[in-house]
């Protein structure tokens, strides 16, 4: 299994507004956070110089691309289960086109963020 070569340790995430650290945690404030552009990790994205607006992008492309690695996932064991298992392992036609229908959506968003500003 492939190592992450990022310099942050992979247990533990920070929240997106870390620098609110001490504040009380609520509701409205973690929805804050994660509307501030919190990358799949939690994290803001790391490149700085970079515009506010292209962060925040590029953190929504990072969780698009997450999900949908994750539906498509879902979405091959299924197929796997529906061949190799008995007829009570297959989750049925609607839930495959569902799960389809989020690897679209999520595809369509990624496209979204990932041109320049």
Not at 12 to 21: E, L, P, Q, R, Y
Not at 37 to 58: H, K, N, T
């Amino acid at each position: 299994m492939k190592t992450s070569d990022t310099s942050f340790p992979p247990t533990g995430h920070a929240s997106a507004n870390a620098d609110t650290a001490g504040a009380p945690i609520t509701f409205v404030a973690q929805l804050r956070g994660i509307d501030s552009g919190g990358a799949s990790d939690g994290r803001p994205w790391p490149e700085r110089q970079l515009a506010p607006g292209r962060r925040i992008a590029l953190a929504d492309l990072d969780c698009a691309l997450v999900g949908l690695r994750t539906v498509h996932d879902i979405l091959l064991a299924a197929e796997r289960a529906r061949q190799d298992g008995g007829p009570d392992q297959d989750v049925g036609e609607r839930i495959v086109e569902g799960l389809m229908q989020a690897c679209r959506a999520l595809a369509m968003y990624a496209s979204l963020n990932v041109r320049p500003c």
